[in-house]
């Protein structure tokens, strides 16, 4: 048991470092209609647990859709690190005041005027349960030779690392 906690810790620890510094997903949620749509939207925060917190308005298009249809997608990317995360999980909308207290930033007053006590903001609290990453070598050089070494020889290019992190806490962990 020990084992399967460290594994998960560590799976956690991997997910924050690949989402570190890449402040804003698409968001994708399943509309009335069966169809898939995404938005941009700002992490407000990853806890410890892996669970991502985003902020919004109660009455957006999203909410209805997560109360309808809780699975959901969210899309990371930084084309500067080469680096690229998709994470699969199920969303709950809340109004939770402290919650809101401590993720509130000024920022937000653009969207709700009346500030963090604004009776419209719901949270967005993401369970992940899976998430798949790319990462290649940063540097434009690096991937150029690897490439064209890739021509020379014949052999498939090294493209990076790409793995699955499996954060339901009822399946393994990670896959390539």
Do not use: C
């Not at 909308?93 to 009776?119: C, M, S, V």
Request: glycine fraction near 6%; charge should be negative; aromatic fraction near 8%.
């Amino acid at each position: 048991m020990a084992d399967k906690k460290s594994e998960r810790a560590q799976s956690i620890e991997k997910l924050n470092e690949l989402v570190k510094g890449i402040r804003v997903a698409m968001f994708s949620t399943v509309d009335p209609d069966g169809t898939i749509h995404s938005r941009p939207m700002a992490t407000q925060e990853i806890e410890s647990d892996g669970d991502l917190w985003f902020m919004t308005g109660g009455d957006s298009e999203k909410v209805g859709d997560i109360q309808r249809h809780s699975d959901v997608n969210l899309s990371y990317a930084s084309s500067d690190s080469n680096r690229f995360v998709s994470i699969s999980g199920t969303a709950e909308t809340l109004r939770d005041q402290h919650k809101i207290d401590e993720l509130w930033n000024p920022f937000y007053k653009a969207w709700f005027p009346d500030g963090k006590d604004d009776p419209n903001i719901r949270l967005i609290k993401v369970h992940v349960e899976r998430a798949e990453y790319w990462e290649s070598p940063s540097s434009k050089v690096v991937q150029l030779v690897g490439f064209v070494k890739a021509v020379v020889t014949g052999q498939q290019a090294d493209l990076g690392e790409n793995e699955t992190i499996n954060l339901d806490k009822h399946a393994g962990s990670a896959r390539k």
